[in-house]
């Protein structure tokens, strides 16, 4: 396992916006972020590969962006127009399908992770 380290988590308003941040020691694989409310499964959210393609959820799609700076192992999460859906625990994730992100919109194609941050959105 990789140690991922998260910050950024915090309480907003409605249409508020916040920005995670994942700093990964000694890793440069792909990295993702997923997020879990409770009594709900974890939900993959967003990922970024290496070579810097990304993927984003639907539920998320036009309001999060995720990007990462290669050369400091670190990846974020842009959170805009925030909703109280989206409040959860939010955690990254790293060691999963390679520098290409094979396969990893999935969580527990994951094998490590962050101790997650919390994201809570009031109306």
């Known amino acids: 396992e990789f140690r991922l380290v998260e910050s950024g988590g915090g309480s907003v308003q409605t249409g508020g916006s916040l920005r995670l941040t994942c700093v990964a020691s000694g890793y440069t694989g792909c990295m993702g972020w997923a997020r879990q409310a409770p009594g709900k499964e974890r939900e993959w959210v967003a990922h970024?590969?290496?070579?810097?393609?990304?993927l984003v959820a639907d539920s998320v799609k036009g309001r999060f962006t995720v990007s990462r700076d290669n050369a400091n192992n670190t990846l974020y999460l842009q959170m805009d127009n925030l909703i109280p859906l989206d409040t959860a625990e939010y955690f990254c994730?790293?060691?999963?399908?390679?520098?290409?992100?094979?396969?990893?919109?999935?969580?527990?194609?994951?094998?490590?992770w962050g101790q997650g941050t919390q994201v809570t959105v009031s109306p």
């Open positions: 970024a590969a290496t070579n810097g393609d990304i």
């Open positions: 994730a790293a060691d999963c399908g390679g520098g290409y992100c094979y396969k990893c919109a999935i969580p527990w194609h994951y094998n490590s």
